[in-house]
């Protein structure tokens, strides 16, 4: 029996922890030592994304995230037991992600429930412009 784009998201998120726009607010108030990982594509991004993210495209996140690929990321991969947060537009993509990341070792990461949709409709800081830093 094939599998869903749903069905992939749903077992992700049985397998992935998710946090609240409200509770990831709390963390970055309290000034937690979180990496945001942002894994929208690069024009989603400029329109809006929270300060700070870290922009890996999920179509790269697996070279970023292994240190023996010519296209690694140094911030994640050498992020495997410091608290994770990916983001997408509305959680699935970031469950898969987390998922992903999980599998390669990654201890402490969690995806944005509800995504940057549910992050903007709490009225929480966003950001615009192009990103500024490597992408893989």
């Not at 094939?2 to 077992?11: A, N, V």
């Not at 903007?120 to 830093?133: R, S, T």
Request: net charge negative.
């Amino acid at each position: 029996m094939s599998k869903s784009l749903s069905d992939f998201i749903k077992e992700a998120r049985e397998r992935v922890e998710e946090v609240s726009a409200d509770d990831l607010q709390e963390a970055l108030e309290e000034g937690e030592d979180l990496l945001l990982v942002d894994i929208r594509e690069p024009y989603e991004f400029e329109k809006a994304h929270i300060p700070g993210s870290l922009l890996i495209p999920r179509g790269m996140l697996e070279g970023a995230a292994d240190p023996n690929n010519p296209h690694r990321i140094e911030a994640l991969y050498t992020a495997k037991d410091r608290a994770i947060v990916v983001l997408c537009n509305t959680g699935g993509r970031s469950a898969m992600a987390a998922d992903t990341l999980q599998q390669m070792g990654f201890g402490k990461v969690r995806s944005l429930s509800g995504g940057l949709k549910m992050w903007e409709a709490e009225d929480y800081e966003m950001a615009a412009g192009a990103y500024e830093g490597q992408l893989p």
